[in-house]
């Protein structure tokens, strides 16, 4: 059974090769009514795409969204979203060398091992270009949330040891993460774009963490006992290419702290809202939103394609050196923001609708309906 | 749509509250032919039931597992496991008090919220309870696992602030983990006993992380896009209880490396199997199994219910001081070993499965069926 | 992939086989709050029980369902439904015979194939005994149906040759199907009845048709374009043991009709809701309820299990003459009736929890929430 | 949920609308290496496309299908394929009329109702030309099937009353239902013809029924209890537009055979191999296949939209005359043909690969691995 298909309700099922053809994706469940606009999507598009910045590599990819299905007179209608970005800027001729060898820490061998052969363009499947498709499908998922307030705002929090303070909260602040490196801090962007130059100048690359923080999350989101919603949020950040690790609210420095210090009271509010004075759960209690804000962090490490030249085997398994040439990311921190946001938008969007029906049963039963 | 069950091809469907009358679960798509052992099932479980130790709850139950279906002649049938574990020691009148307000950083207000009452019984299905059924069925996966060599360690990696080497590993070492406290260096073990039964004393309770290593997990586990290994470990490990974080491999860590120092290089061995130097990634690569250890750690914060007073609200809102009774575990790392494995089994499990489909489909596509 | 669950938002697993310990099931995704009694639910029981009458077999079960699970004060509590029934007259000893042989048109000889044992004693899991469980789980799911007025009525149209006229409609008649062969013609019934105890007599066994109706159903369940409501009401009747045939609405008949005879005008009611003149659809249009009764109609072979010698094989592949021992239902069709009605309930319910999840979007898009 | 995907190791999911840009689907779980030729793609694509012959619909789609991911050097790759169609001939100013009123006995009604809204051009998603897709992805799963030796065979068995006799078999015959009425006994096919050009000149159309025969199945393919091989494809049937009803095997005729007479005796023939000396059964016993073809009949309605007058509401819901205009096929069936082998094919192919694991998790238990 492959693993292409995200989600239960609000489901996204992707196809693609990083220079194949076009990738492309069908995103289902999402109700009828929803407003679209061809450049809102187009804008959360240009946040990830290749060749936008000093910083990323060079592949130059419009990634224009084609949207297939799904829509009538300009609204969704509740039908399948058929979505398409043709491959534009596709070089498989950089490729040749890689074909003969498995590149350290990368996918090559593991797909070789499992399928019996690979595509080496860019990676084929297990390049990062497809994670193109879920930021397209993540746009009409944060069109429905943004009918509740919902707001999904992620940001570079660290680029190797620069790293922002963890209790910093993008939430309320005026802080922008719209310069290229995305992190709010301006002073702290600013080394940490010189030190990804610095890297790319020496041909390897950097790691870092992303925070990502959710405002307005209604209470009520994830499911007992499998599908908790910081479950389903791990498992959705891991989904991403070099994504090795994550928490949720104080996460592993939780583990040092004690139960008494560590449980966030509860008060109420002027307007009589349940809130907690602080927020190491992170919103998530018993695997269930609890109306605060959402928070949780993620790791990745530094991706493995890098300039210098590195020992590995080759297809036949003798040892080799290998140089990697190409067009790469020396840091994926920066283009990995909308990917983060994209992928909470898709489980909060899921949980959502999940939920709903739960919401409108409930309406029924005591008789409201 | 709930999210009571877990996996694709074998899939592990639970049901049952702290305090009801039974907790249970549906194990499905085991292969025929596994011989089962009572008793080694009961040894499995006699690691994580409660009253097992001088640091765990005082809560007595034998944990006994009735095998209701899907074993013909001592083996498995291929036909779904029913398994039943009927409460023992349920003491219902304890939790009268919980009943009337919402105990800090527990699921009581979410599960509220969510369902629009809650049983307070134990935290009702909230409970950690319920991984008791997990552990269950993850002995007929390991046993089926085991079949192809197939060995998952968890140990207690820290508790508080005392914490094994980062390096360590139990592959290949002599050391036991099967002390109290589940930690593989004995004289780190005592100094996290005394540590916890302090914390006990106190009316607090301590986090800390597990560690688990799979030790000959063939390559090739694992499926592109979503359903990265890494992504459904997580996953998994996020489901728990108490859980707030996880990392593959080198995780969090390897932000602040280079991708040259943190490449694994590809080396072959003596009998021609393909090896890394490094293990940097936790024997998971493009989100594929490369046929090295798995290596992941997993956060536990400490757990919400203390027996010290604490401010909160009452279910009518107003502001009230908790004072928790009842029989509850100072510190869950030692319990959730075996709580550990159990999901990792399951992963791998499900994936195997998922594996073998197609590795048959390419025997016979290549002729050799 | 085991096949053992059922639905997508509300869902069912059973387990269990014939002349095991217990069968049971986990009803899943049922709304907290629905009102349940025991008496009612033992009610539907009885209707589908062994040794109810002269013309079922005289295995005696008193099918008493333990309820688990999900239940909080008498009410559902939104978390998953553990049902069991333990088998009490099992007798194992009956089936040495049938080990032997491959009775013919039974599940005997597909199951040995696919799993390379089997469990002899009454079919082990082939046996119709598991759809016990579906009518105990379908007693939660009709409570939840009734709330919106949804009425499930099935019955006996046809024994051999004995057949209900095809206009006839159970829907606003005084007619009850509550007599032992649930022919809601009292004397097509009695001649039925003549018919089994006859078939009985001469070791044999017959066939037949049920018609199910559904009053009351809302308009809007079924999902395009796999997921149809017709599409997934044939699935589940096909899973009914011996069913070989489903029809909707005109069905078979249909064929023979003109488009011009067979389109359902539409017309307004009094109260301005809208109906068609004829129902030749049966409820269902493009896939969807349209509000119209539905009325389908299922095809039951004669139980393959008859008292008559047979030529078959044995399982050492000879040529060997059978006689089945043991106590057979003559006819399935009457304990048929309330398993027609649970897998109705279960389609209906199932897609109702879907729809709600869509309509509360919709509520919340067009600024109603 | 929506319900635009189908099955579940090998899965098809598809978007699009009759006059939108294109339609297309993802086809998912084909294992890698099978070989793959673009002609004989498109020959599949022939046999279901509009315009193919005087009894069909005069839309003009050639039907070409575009492979945009999961192919490499002409074999499968294991990554899920992608599949493109544009719509070249969707002239959506045939519709204006329609968008005024609801088609009796089409889903005009009832997507207006689930949805809100309703593209009306082509009938939008309801339209049967996403079946062109099913066609498509079904050409990837015959390969993989033929590979085993299984050979799909759907024709025309019935138009109205003119109906081919019910024991014949296409298999092993001489014959050809490659006429463009798609009946293989000739004489019959030229009267059927005559049949529905008379219809077509009335503005009427047509129902009828397809017969499908399955050579080479092997035995073992089904699942216990819900996804019984008769119960998927009873879904997959029925999933098809227009259709009204499905029967395996002698279906409802067997309801009016005793026990005695439907039981299918086992033999062997000289190769040692199980068969049975009458079919009864269609191949599928217990749900299981038995190594027997599988036979089964599914009924088409004559299609709703006719040119004659017929009174209808409009969306306003006053009573209205509806004459409709555009191009319409007086007669599904022999377009169907394809139709229904396709999605024989995805239900074989998927019950294929579930049984695969198991198959190969067996040969490891067993120690033959």
Known sequence: MSGNIFGKYITLKTFGESHGEAIG???????PGIEISSEELQQEMDRRRPGQSKITTSRNEKDQVQILSGIYQGKTSGMPIGLLIQNTDARPRDYSEIAKSFRPSHADYTYSTKYGMRDPAGGGRSSARETAIRVAAAYFVKKLLSQKGVVIRAYVSSIANLELDRDYSIIGSQDSAENIVRCPDSSLAEKMINL?????SEGDTLGGCITCEVFNCPAGL???????LSADLAKAML???ACKGFEMGSGFASTQMKGSEHN?????????????????????????SNGMPLKFRVAFKPVSTILKPQQTLDSEGRLSELKAKGRHDPCVLPRAVPIVEAMTALVLGDHWMRWNALVKAKELIQGQD
Chains 1, 2, 3, 4 share one sequence.
């Open 239 to 241: 989904s991403i290419n």
């Open 196 to 200: 990804i130059e610095l890297a790319r």
């Open 264 to 288: 966030d009271p509860f008060v109420k509010d002027g307007q009589g809202r349940v809130l907690t004075t602080t927020n190491h759960s992170g919103g998530v209690q018993g695997g269930i």
């Open 25 to 31: 994706g069908i995103l289902d469940g999402v109700p």
């Open 222 to 228: 994830g499911e007992p006992v499998f599908d908790k």
